[in-house]
């Protein structure tokens, strides 16, 4: 084989692993960004649940209580606003009157405000696990979301490097090239093997001339004796022709 049919193969081979790495590299940055784009998906979600943890770690039902005890008094003293004129109104005979509709107001006042705190306080624990619900529902919904769009763009992502492909051009130039290399040595061989048969069949040749030489006779070769006869009378070897 020459030098150019093994530069060829050597050019074949090159090519086609050139275009493998190359495909690999591409591959591996497809995957590698997949997978960032994931981790940062996943931070995402790690944050929002951590603060939905902290809030919930501070919560207490102060905030409540205080609204709704703010709620209770007002309806109560929308309620009973006409106590504070007892101690006016026409007819009125005495002043212990008066004072006695006074302590009775202020009892009022102040078994309101009494049973209005304890109803707040029950009611803001209540409002309060109503609002940490309603927040690990909001938590829920927003990781799924997340979720929901890590997938999607884990899809695009998948379909990125499946798209990846080997070069087409860069094969067919190696198929092309180790043909090439393949046929030249199989033509430098076969041209050889053609040499050496051609030198034998010569040598046959040669072989079956000597044998019809040696069948038919030289004009160099002796003749056999002569008898004596009338004819020659010296008998003797003949000359040669």
């Known amino acids: ?97 008066t004072e006695a509709a006074a302590d009775a107001a202020l009892g009022v006042t102040q078994a309101t405000d009494r049973l209005a ?4 306080t029950q009611d803001g624990a209540t409002r309060q696990r109503q609002r940490e619900g309603r927040e690990q529902v909001g938590l829920g919904t927003d990781v799924g979301m997340i979720r929901r ?16 492909r080997r070069n087409p051009w860069l094969d067919a130039a190696s198929a092309v090239m180790g043909a090439m290399a393949g046929g030249m040595g199989a033509g430098a061989g076969a041209g050889a093997a053609g ?7 010569n040598g046959l040749g040669n072989l079956a001339g000597i044998g019809a030489g040696l069948a038919g006779g030289s004009r160099y070769m002796p003749r056999p004796p002569v008898p004596i006869s009338a004819a020659n009378p010296f008998g003797g070897y003949g000359g040669g022709r």
């Open 149 to 164: 769009e890590a997938d999607g763009l884990a899809y695009l992502d998948d379909m990125r490097i499946n798209s990846i």
């Open 195 to 201: 040499g050496g048969m051609a030198g034998a069949a």
């Open 1 to 97: 084989m020459g030098a150019v049919p093994i530069m060829l193969a050597l050019a074949s081979t090159g090519a086609s692993a050139y275009n493998t790495r190359r495909t690999a590299k591409k591959q591996d940055r497809a995957l590698a960004e997949k997978i960032r784009t994931q981790g940062r998906k996943q931070q995402e979600a790690d944050a929002r649940v951590n603060a939905t943890l902290d809030g919930m770690k501070g919560s207490n039902p102060a905030a409540e209580r205080a609204a709704a005890l703010s709620e209770y008094v007002a309806q109560v003293r929308a309620n009973n606003g006409g106590q504070s004129g007892l101690g006016t109104q026409a007819g009125r005979t005495s002043d212990a009157f």
């Open 117 to 120: 705190g304890q109803m707040a």
